[in-house]
């Protein structure tokens, strides 16, 4: 008689300032530049930076973007306090994030970064 063990789920992995930058680097033409205090990741514009040792980053979604992820995930992300929370940038804190978590939300902005701005 063979004895059969249960599996146990694998853990998320937590997301680290190592994983963001590997996962930037994964999506096509973006660079990493100084942005005053902070990294900044960027194709056509910059869609995320993150301060070196702050153990969060900022990314730019739409508002309502924003809006779902900060109701969906409040642990992980909340609108900056500032005008630039109001145009949707967000903090994501990296610890309690999963690599998956960070993949998804690098991605989001990312699209709006190479995304053409609409003509007036």
């Known amino acids: 008689m063979r004895c059969l063990t249960a599996r ?38 910059i869609y995320a930076t993150m301060l070196p040792g702050a153990g969060s980053a900022n990314l730019k979604f739409t508002p309502d973007e924003q809006s779902f992820k900060v109701m969906l995930a409040p642990e992980l992300f909340r609108p900056l306090d500032n005008a630039w929370g109001k145009q949707g940038w967000t903090e994501l804190t990296l610890a309690p994030a999963s690599e998956d978590d960070l993949q998804a939300a690098l991605e989001m902005a990312w699209a709006h970064a190479v995304a053409k701005p609409p003509r007036r």
Do not use: M, N
């Open 8 to 45: 146990r789920p694998k853990a998320p992995s937590l997301a680290s300032a190592e994983d963001l930058r590997r996962i930037a680097f994964g999506l096509p033409g973006t660079i990493e530049a100084p942005h005053i205090d902070r990294a900044a990741f960027k194709v056509k514009r």
